[in-house]
């Protein structure tokens, strides 16, 4: 039996993501699910990423970090078809996810600037985090206002401060583990 490399291995894996994405927005086509319709779109956009970074700014993802941003974008697309509505946990899970991904991005541009990434990256995702809420509360209402279905729910207070502390869980594993494991994005120094 022939061994397939590492690489081949996660873009077939990419691959899969990326087929039940499309999996997900056909479900939201079929139940007239605005908000899963969208979501995959988005996410399945969000897929093809890293491969627009590696070519623009001359940065190799390692096949890990291709397959954790797949993994996250898919999570957030299930959970429109029910899992933020049935468990709390699942939308801590994407928070952490989400932010961490963004994190890493405030890492990387601050690493290759060569400045000090914590700041930054605590920056960079408490402040989206909270434009994340208040953006959710602004579609809701408009959709509200205008009668339709809206395409982001904020369930509670007490939901959009827990969605900011996972946020903050996600900024922190970043702070923490960002220099080991986002190195391949920061230039090699004297």
């Not at 468990?87 to 996810?97: E, I």
């Not at 206002?145 to 900024?171: K, W």
């Amino acid at each position: 039996m022939k061994r397939l490399a590492p690489v081949a291995t996660a873009r077939t894996v990419e691959r899969a993501i990326r087929a039940a994405i499309v999996a997900v927005f056909g479900v939201g086509v079929r139940q007239r699910d605005p908000g899963a319709v969208v979501n995959a779109v988005l996410t399945l956009g969000v897929t093809y990423l890293p491969g627009l970074v590696e070519r623009r700014y001359s940065v190799k993802f390692r096949p890990w970090q291709r397959l954790y941003a797949g993994v996250a974008m898919l999570a957030h697309a299930v959970g429109m078809l029910g899992p933020y509505d049935a468990q709390g946990r699942w939308d801590n899970v994407t928070h952490t996810l989400s932010a961490s991904l963004l994190g890493g991005v405030a890492h990387a541009a601050a690493r290759r600037r060569g400045r000090d990434p914590r700041p930054r990256v605590l920056a960079v995702v408490v402040c989206g985090g909270v434009v994340w809420e208040l953006l959710e509360y602004a579609i809701h209402a408009v959709s509200r206002r205008f009668g339709f279905e809206p395409i982001l729910v904020p369930y509670s207070a007490r939901d959009t401060v827990s969605d900011l502390l996972f946020n903050l869980v996600g900024a922190l594993l970043v702070v923490a583990f960002g220099d080991r494991l986002l190195r391949n994005f920061a230039p090699e120094r004297d």
